[in-house]
Nanobody, 122 residues
Framework: QVQLVESGGGSVQAGGSLRLSCVASMNDMRSYTMAWFRQALGKERERLGTVDILGGTTTAVSGEGRFTISRDNAKKTVYLQMNDLKLEDTAIYYC????????????????WGQGTQVTVSS
């Protein structure tokens, strides 16, 4: 059974930084492409970025230049480093996984964490 547990959320002032972590339970995490999503109140879920089994990443326009996704397979952990946070970054952030070596258009992430709240204030 795959379990994903996020941590690192909290309250931060605009312009600040946070690093989210996601610890995965599966022993073969290196076989999974991992991703970070977020969902703000009243809005659709948004994919922020992905990291494949070789460390290749994709980043959404909303996070370009500010958000960096990375992974440490030895620690079974995926990270989302967020810098220069803005009020509109307030959301619940989710870690997700798909058993695929790479991200591809139409990929459906079928394993999800419970989410961690990020609140950005002025």
């Amino acid at each position: 059974q795959v379990q994903l547990v996020e941590s690192g959320g909290g309250s931060v002032q605009a312009g600040g930084s946070l690093r989210l972590s996601c610890v995965a339970s599966m022993n073969d995490m290196r076989s999974y492409t991992m991703a970070w999503f977020r969902q703000a109140l009243g809005k659709e879920r948004e994919r922020l970025g992905t990291v494949d089994i070789l460390g290749g990443t994709t980043t959404a326009v909303s996070g370009e230049g500010r958000f960096t996704i990375s992974r440490d397979n030895a620690k079974k952990t995926v990270y989302l480093q967020m810098n220069d946070l803005k009020l509109e970054d307030t959301a619940i952030y989710y870690c997700a996984a798909i058993r695929s070596p790479y991200f591809y258009t139409g990929a459906i992430f079928n394993f999800w964490g419970q989410g961690t709240q990020v609140t950005v204030s002025s």
